[in-house]
């Protein structure tokens, strides 16, 4: 059995509360409506999960689950401190090969991920590294995942995140292999972006269904 069938899949994530997720959707959606799609985005990334030929999968929540939950998660709370952190303690939850990846790619499918998964996913590898559009990552993986000193310290959510983290992989001797480059889903036009990407996800479902109703809202008032 090669690494890849040992491999664990790592999904982070914010519970899809109004006023505590997707804060930079608000305006123009509603805090309600904003966490209405941060549950759609939650819910495709799970469901492309279940997809993986992982030997596990974690839900490292920051927050209490819900009906949005499937079965074939383990559901375990992300630890204290800054985002670094919360990763590294994430990380040294696994034995094994781990792959992470957040809430904020809803276009994400196995496909994408099928490298890491596949026959020889960690052939000659030691990290993969999905890079964000913003400046960021979206994945990241390590074949040796209790390595803190891979990630505290980097700076989170800044333009350099990802090309920091990167570095500080490459720095400390990994061969890191790099998955496609994805856009994350933080503002309006970030949304509007990947549901024309991924228009049969329930995330892009759900943010047409969102314009409707922000649209018969607003003729409703002009009359």
Do not use: N
């Not at 670094?84 to 994430?90: H, I, N, P, S, Y």
């Not at 960690?122 to 995942?145: C, H, Q, S, V």
């Amino acid at each position: 059995m090669t690494a890849a069938a040992h491999t664990t899949l790592l999904v982070i994530a914010k519970a899809p509360v109004p006023g505590r997720v997707k804060t930079r959707l608000t305006p123009p959606y509603t805090p309600a409506q904003a966490a209405a799609l941060a549950e759609a985005a939650l819910i495709d990334t799970l469901a492309a999960g279940l997809r993986l030929p992982a030997a596990r999968r974690l839900l490292v929540l920051d927050g209490v689950p819900g009906d949005w939950t499937p079965a074939g998660y383990e559901v375990v709370p992300q630890a204290a401190g800054g985002l670094d952190a919360r990763l590294a303690a994430a990380f040294g939850r696994c034995t094994g090969p781990a792959l992470l990846v957040g809430m904020d790619t809803p276009q994400l499918d196995a496909d994408l991920l099928a490298p890491v998964f596949g026959p020889g996913g960690w052939d000659g590898r030691d990290a993969w590294f999905g890079p964000a559009a913003d400046g960021g990552f979206w994945a990241l993986g390590l074949a040796e995942p209790d390595r803190p000193d891979l990630l505290l310290g980097v700076p989170m959510s800044t333009a350099s995140t990802g090309a920091v983290q990167r570095a500080r992989l490459t720095d400390a001797g990994l061969r890191v292999a790099d998955l496609p480059l994805l856009r994350d889903v933080d503002t309006a036009a970030d949304a509007a972006e990947v549901a024309a990407l991924a228009p049969h996800t329930l995330f892009a479902r759900t943010l047409r269904e969102t314009a409707e109703h922000r649209t018969l809202a607003t003729g409703g008032a002009g009359r």
